[in-house]
């Protein structure tokens, strides 16, 4: 009998005394695969991993972040609630569920994934938390799937496992950039689909759907949806897993990554109409989905799918091959040898200019550079490079720096950007080697704007104590571009004390000048570096005082000349701390820190930062090169 056999026996005999007899050579059957859903969810709710029979080294995923089992949602999570949706899938030994659990009080919907290994342990969590209290709502005034969705096939009438995942990849293939022209007959005549429990096709209720103003897409069926064109916003489709196939029950649980990269402008609708996009997809997005399929015949008959926001490009924990090689094939231009300040800043104003033009071609290019966006690898000219209208120009407009460190040949650019109407700050860090550009990487932190149909938010994410939601930054504060005339260079143990401090909130050793001002999200109190640092304030360092790990802490650039540093840091909020938790604080997070520091006399000055919101657990690619400055 195998481990979970085992540890299950005592506490399920009924169930496991019938799923036991089908069991063969450590495999798990039907009834044994959905016992151990239940079983994972009630050690979920009880917030004690130690009753799973996890393998070593177990992979656990949180909204496509790998983090260590028994954190993130493992400390908060409440009881699920009645409806579940199983999937089972003994030939591969896997079992997958959509349900709703709570979250420190706050209900949301919860997808999981769980792999049996060998040895009849769990060798793969894979989750997924879409943090939509009204779609929770909705399944649990549901209660239970679709009939439908829960009767056996007789196996006369069943297709095969490849076939279910042909029809049901087909799905995906019709959506990408959407083509009305396209052949749909892979659907049902009475196709409907769910979407966050809300049905979203033959609905004569006249509501717009999704972020759009549209109100005739709903009223129609699958097929003619397709047909529309409306869904081309969907520029790509990619990492297409389908890891539970049920055959049983003629279905597939699906997981996928949405890309939508922010380069096209119009909805299309029913007669050729159409009307402009929402701001919501000004700028490029990934959304991640757990979809599940239940085939009639060789037509897709039910869809029910959850979804969430994950920052662009993100690819999956669990692919197989590795990611595509997203390295540029370089260009046949030089910078001058060697590049000094003068040259390292003629490079930041290239590399503006070519983003605006969308062509990097006029860039000296080394073979191989690399670009990253917000910690992710992008091909050059993907993301920002298809979306940016508008760059602050250094020494010309208010709120835009260059900073350069000649030594290691890095130069920095921090300003605002717009991208069809959607205002940005974008931090930028250019490493120059023999007269070649290198790496490019960018930080964009968007104006999150809760606007009419959903605005710009972030998909799902919960609200930040500082927002800032596009309003004037003014003009960035002219310290940050003052000389330091014979200032002998910036020691690593002044920002890792910094860090520190950031990390443990005490201003303990951090040398701050006695009016060290700091400004987040364009928010700034009258309180001091310090006095933030040490947790006084409503929102200290434009964040809370329950934050804990400091991490992947990196320095961009170091100006020695100008004694300021372009710093980026990851901070955990494992929503943990004592009750009652402010809204804001009710669900693990991680926020992605740019800032500029100022540096006069061997202590802080002054700090510009804009944080961004991330799943609980992100790191950076670069980072996880061991790329990162850790102090």
């Not at 659990?101 to 060798?123: F, M, P, Q, T, W």
């Not at 047909?227 to 520029?235: A, C, K, N, P």
Request: glycine share 10%; proline share 6%; charged share 20%.
């Amino acid at each position: 009998m195998n481990t979970y056999l085992r540890m299950a026996f005592a506490a399920a005999w009924s169930v496991l005394a019938l799923g036991s007899m089908q069991v063969q050579d450590g495999d798990c059957d039907r009834p044994c695969l959905e016992n151990l859903m239940s079983e994972y969810l009630t050690a979920l709710a009880a917030h004690d991993r130690s009753r799973l029979p996890t393998a070593p080294g177990v992979k656990y995923v949180e909204n496509g972040q790998m983090v260590r089992i028994g954190t993130g949602e493992w400390p908060i999570a409440g009881s699920p609630g009645k409806y579940r949706h199983v999937f089972a899938d003994p030939e591969s030994q896997q079992v997958a569920a959509i349900t709703t659990i709570g979250e420190n009080g706050v209900d949301s919907i919860y997808a999981v994934r769980l792999k049996v290994g060998e040895d009849g342990e769990i060798s793969e969590i894979e989750t997924q938390i879409t943090r939509d209290p009204d779609g929770a709502a909705r399944y649990e005034k549901m209660g239970q799937p679709e009939a439908v969705w829960l009767e056996a096939v007789p196996p006369a009438q069943r297709i095969s496992r490849a076939m279910l995942i042909a029809q049901s990849n087909k799905y995906y293939s019709g959506m990408q950039r959407n083509d009305p022209k396209g052949n749909y007959s892979f659907f049902d005549k009475d196709c409907n689909r769910l979407e966050d429990a809300l049905q979203t096709t033959n609905v004569k209720s006249g509501d717009a759907y999704g972020h759009s103003n549209d109100t005739v897409f709903a009223s129609l069926g699958c097929e003619a949806q397709f047909q529309t064109g409306f869904l081309s916003f969907v520029t790509k489709i990619r990492d297409r897993r389908f890891p539970v196939v049920d055959e049983e029950r003629q279905a597939v649980l699906a997981i996928t990554t949405l890309d939508h990269n922010g380069t096209v402008r119009r909805l299309y609708s029913v007669n050729g109409t159409s009307s402009p996009i929402p701001a919501y997809f000004d700028v490029p997005r990934t959304l991640e989905a757990m979809e599940a399929f239940r085939l009639h015949g060789d037509k897709l008959f039910r869809i029910e799918m959850a979804l969430t926001e994950v920052p662009y490009g993100m690819g999956s924990p669990f692919l197989a091959s590795p990611a595509a090689d997203l390295r540029g094939a370089g260009t046949n231009l030089t910078t001058a040898m060697p590049c000094d300040r003068a040259c390292l800043d003629g490079v930041v104003d290239q590399v503006l200019q070519a983003m605006l033009a969308h062509d990097a071609s006029s860039l000296p290019l080394a073979k191989g550079v690399r670009y990253s966006e917000n910690g992710q690898f992008l091909g050059l000219g993907d993301g920002l490079w298809e979306t940016l209208g508008q760059m602050a120009r250094p020494g010309v407009d208010n709120y835009a720096a260059r900073f350069a460190d000649p030594p290691s040949g890095t130069a920095a650019y921090w300003g605002l950007s717009n991208e069809h109407s959607t205002p940005g700050v974008v931090a930028l860090r250019i490493k120059v080697d023999s007269g070649k550009i290198t790496e490019i990487e960018a930080i964009a932190v968007r104006a999150e704007s809760p606007s009419a149909r959903g605005g710009t938010m972030t998909l799902m994410r919960p609200s930040l104590p500082v927002e800032w939601e596009g309003n004037s930054l003014g003009r960035l504060d002219p310290v940050f571009q003052q000389n330091k005339t014979g200032f002998a260079g910036i020691p690593s143990t002044l920002m890792t004390a910094y860090f520190d401090g950031l990390e443990r909130h005490s201003s303990a050793g951090v040398p701050f000048t006695s009016t060290c001002a700091r400004r987040d999200n364009a928010g700034q109190g009258n309180l001091t570096c310090a006095a933030q640092m040490n947790g006084n304030g409503v929102s200290p360092n434009g964040l809370y005082n329950l934050t804990t790990t400091v991490r992947d802490r990196r320095i961009l650039v170091a100006d020695a000349n100008r004694g300021v540093v372009l710093a980026v840091a990851m901070v955990d909020n494992p929503a943990t701390g004592p009750a009652p938790l402010p809204a804001t604080e009710l669900v693990p997070s991680t926020y992605m820190i740019p800032q500029l520091i100022k540096i006069n006399n061997g202590s802080i000055s002054r700090i510009e930062g804009m944080v961004k919101w991330m799943p609980f657990g992100y790191t950076s690619s670069w980072a996880e090169e061991n790329n990162s400055w850790t102090g």
